[in-house]
């Protein structure tokens, strides 16, 4: 009886999906090229009281962003305090599946034969060091894949390994063609930020333009993309291609139609999906029990695929149920909303593939939560002790440091206080001020060039100021706590990459 039940179960469920599958394929396609459609829950089959629940779960955690999107319409749209609508994010990792995108194009625009071609031959004009059968192996698929086999060491941007000594070379793709064998291509993945650096240098070297001009012709014009930045090339002009890409949560989503559509956009085929079906379904094992495949992770057997950055960066793809999930976030690598629980609670927010019933209560918890979201949680705050005044305006220097820091200011006023910092630049010194809350809120600073400062701060002693402060948008924090004794000053830097400096500062008249 039991084996029973089972298979009734396990035929109701395929046959679900089944429907759910054609009725997907029928379905009216809007395509979000100027704006998102937006919608209840109810009305794309998903339960508004399951999707507040998420809202708050998510919540708990250090996340800047939730955005559900089904049927081509948004369903729920939360921004966590102090992060708005409309900044652009740092994506981390998640430009890495962009930069596979922008090769689908290119192979979809005949720049490129064959992703089974030979990497050292694309790049035949440079004289590659340490070359042997297993280098000669290694083909665009390999960097795709990430099982290229070349040797290299990738554990959180620690000083020493081999993808902070590619950034420290003059050349970072001819330090990756350098790099010698650890392995036969092919045969194991292994993370390497070196593979996709290759791809947008051969985005480069075929189109003559770097990735992000290639990428906003070719990728973010035709799906109505405004929001993109993507840090500097180097001295090569090549386009970081391992990270640094930033887009508005509802651009990040509109990379993930573009998968959801099998690389289709408004009748256009914008990448072949081919393409979009390897990185469905995930040739490769990866770590952490994902699968990997043209630069996006997946999970085969929950019937889901995603990009994925440091700090809780997704754009996540569930075709069987025709829906994307769009997070972003700033927290630390070892608290997170992870994504199998979130494939699980976004599934069993889906109802039907059919709309539901109008439900105004389950819709006003949604947008209760959403509310809840955008207020911000200030923290307590003590005294603040006499110290204040005496230091408050007061320039204090420091000596050479890792943060390259040359002085800092606090000023202590009854409304807004305000903070300045100055740094030793590249191109002389630079200069970067903005604004604090002294009750436990956030203060928001005028967007500069560098994005828009938002910090707070509190005393938590009578000689100890502690500043939290966060560019929106930036998957960050950093905490500065300053010590003062006498006309010394003992700064203690921790940023949420796990960055650690200790700075000592003297008062300067």
Do not use: C
Not at 165 to 189: I, W
Not at 300 to 315: C, D, N, T, V, W
Not at 361 to 367: I, K, T
């Amino acid at each position: 009886m039991l084996m029973a039940a089972v298979l009734v179960a396990s035929l109701r469920a395929f046959g679900s999906f089944a429907v759910a599958a054609e009725n997907q394929d029928t379905q009216e396609v809007v395509w979000p090229t100027k704006s998102w459609q937006t919608s209840s829950p109810e009305a794309q089959g998903m339960d508004s009281a399951s999707l507040a629940r998420l809202i708050e779960a998510v919540g708990t955690y250090k996340q800047d962003s939730l955005t559900v999107i089904r049927h081509g319409r948004i369903v729920a749209d939360a921004y966590y305090a102090p992060y708005v609508p409309g900044v652009s994010h740092d994506l981390r990792s998640v430009t890495k599946s962009v930069v596979s995108t922008l090769t689908a194009i290119l192979l979809e625009k005949g720049g490129l034969d064959s992703v089974e071609h030979s990497v050292v031959d694309l790049f035949s004009d440079r004289q590659v060091q340490n070359v042997d059968a297993r280098k000669k192996a290694i083909t665009v698929q390999n960097l795709l894949d990430m099982t290229s086999g070349i040797e290299w060491v990738e554990n959180l941007y620690t000083p020493g390994e081999t993808i902070m000594k590619m950034y420290d070379s003059a050349n970072r793709t001819a330090f990756v063609l350098n790099q010698p064998m650890a392995a036969e291509p092919g045969s194991a993945f292994q993370y390497n930020g070196g593979n996709p650096y290759l791809l947008s240098a051969l985005i480069t070297k075929t189109t003559g333009q770097n990735a992000f001009d290639f990428a906003t012709k070719e990728l973010f014009e035709p799906l109505g993309i405004k929001t993109a930045k993507w840090g500097k090339v180097d001295a090569q002009g090549v386009t970081d291609g391992e990270a640094g890409l930033s887009l508005s949560p509802h651009d990040m989503a509109r990379i993930g139609y573009l998968y959801l559509r099998n690389g289709q956009w408004e009748g256009r085929q914008i990448i072949p999906s081919s393409w979009v079906e390897r990185a469905k379904s995930g040739p490769v094992i990866a770590t952490f029990g994902f699968h990997y495949g043209n630069l996006w992770w997946s999970y085969p057997e929950k019937g889901a695929y995603m990009a994925r950055g440091r700090h809780s960066q997704l754009i996540l793809v569930i075709p069987k149920f025709d829906i994307i999930v769009v997070m972003t976030g700033f927290l630390n690598d070892t608290e997170f909303y992870s994504a199998s629980s979130l494939i699980d609670d976004i599934s069993s927010a889906v109802r039907s593939d059919q709309p539901l019933p109008d439900n105004p209560v389950a819709q006003a918890l949604l947008a209760n939560a959403i509310q809840h979201a955008a207020e911000e949680k200030p923290y307590v705050v003590a005294h603040t002790p006499e110290l204040a005044k005496a230091i408050s305006g007061k320039l204090y220097s420091f000596v050479d440091n890792t943060l390259r820091v040359k002085s800092f200011t606090l000023n202590f006023y009854d409304s807004d206080s305000s903070w300045v910092i100055a740094t030793y630049g590249a191109n002389g010194n630079d200069r970067f001020s903005g604004l604090f809350g002294l009750d436990g809120r956030y203060r928001k600073s005028p967007p500069a060039r560098y994005g828009i400062n938002a910090a707070r701060g509190r005393w938590t002693s009578d000689h100890t100021f502690v500043m939290e402060r966060r560019i929106l948008g930036h998957s960050e924090t950093q905490t500065w706590a300053l010590t003062f004794a006498g006309d010394k000053v003992t700064v203690n830097f921790e940023n949420t990459d796990g960055l650690k400096a200790e700075l000592h500062g003297e008062r300067s008249e």
